[in-house]
């Protein structure tokens, strides 16, 4: 069964979401933007989700999670709860 590991950052707006993906492109620490900005719960783990299988998240999010190249910075994603930006920080395909 494949799983991965995932962080996120999640936000309301798509534009924050593109604002964030720049700072981080720009060497902004990701784990630090989460904290600070993620709506999330997991942002008090630096946006870290931790080890899931293939449909345990919402279908735009597994989607991304399951195809995406490893430590590369995805989004925005959107979702029913906002936009994310999705790192997969693990996967054994």
């Keep these: 069964m494949v799983r991965a590991s995932a962080r996120h950052i ?3 707006t798509e534009e924050q979401c593109n604002n964030l993906k720049a700072e981080i492109e720009n060497g902004a620490d990701f784990a630090k933007l989460a904290q600070q900005h993620s709506l999330c719960p997991s942002s008090k783990q630096g ?3 931790g080890e899931f299988g293939r ?3 919402v279908a735009e999010f597994d989607t991304v999670v399951f195809s995406a190249p490893v430590g590369e910075v995805q ?3 959107k979702t029913q709860f906002g936009y994310h930006l999705v790192e997969v920080t693990q996967r054994n395909d």
């Design 75 to 77: 989004g925005p994603v």
């Design 55 to 57: 449909g345990q998240m």
């Design 47 to 49: 946006g870290e989700l």
């Design 10 to 12: 999640l936000v309301k």
